[in-house]
């Protein structure tokens, strides 16, 4: 796999797997042993919050190894090491917060 992935790399600036779930199958982690970054995307009011809690933590743990805190910091990223809680509240207020532009702009939710 890293050869595989070291080759494409060479060819492409820009290099994105798309997996299956990361409870489902081992894809996801493999692939992310290898790569630079990974989005992991959960379906709001809809994975089930032991999946949501159990990723939090392997996160949590990802970001106290100083080889991850390195590439990080290569990057110039800052991460948001919230918990589940409080990335709920996060999402609440920026949704208040950016209601009166969406408002002001017309936009329109898709429901």
């Given amino acids: 796999m890293k050869h595989l992935i070291h080759e ?3 060819k492409f600036a820009f290099v994105i797997f798309d997996s299956p779930p990361v409870m489902a199958v081992t894809d996801s982690i493999v692939l992310a042993a290898n790569a ?3 989005v992991l995307c959960v379906h709001g009011g809809q994975t089930p919050r032991d999946i ?9 743990k990802a970001l106290a190894d100083p080889d991850v805190q ?3 910091k290569k990057l110039a990223a800052e991460p948001m090491p919230l918990t589940p809680e409080k990335f709920d509240d996060f999402i609440k207020r920026e949704i208040e917060s950016n209601a009166a532009v969406v ?4 936009i329109t939710p898709n429901r």
């Fill in 103 to 106: 408002a002001a702009a017309g």
């Fill in 52 to 60: 949501v809690q159990r990723l939090h933590d392997a996160i949590a």
């Fill in 8 to 10: 494409i790399r060479a």
């Fill in 36 to 38: 630079d970054g990974v």
């Fill in 70 to 72: 390195n590439g990080i």
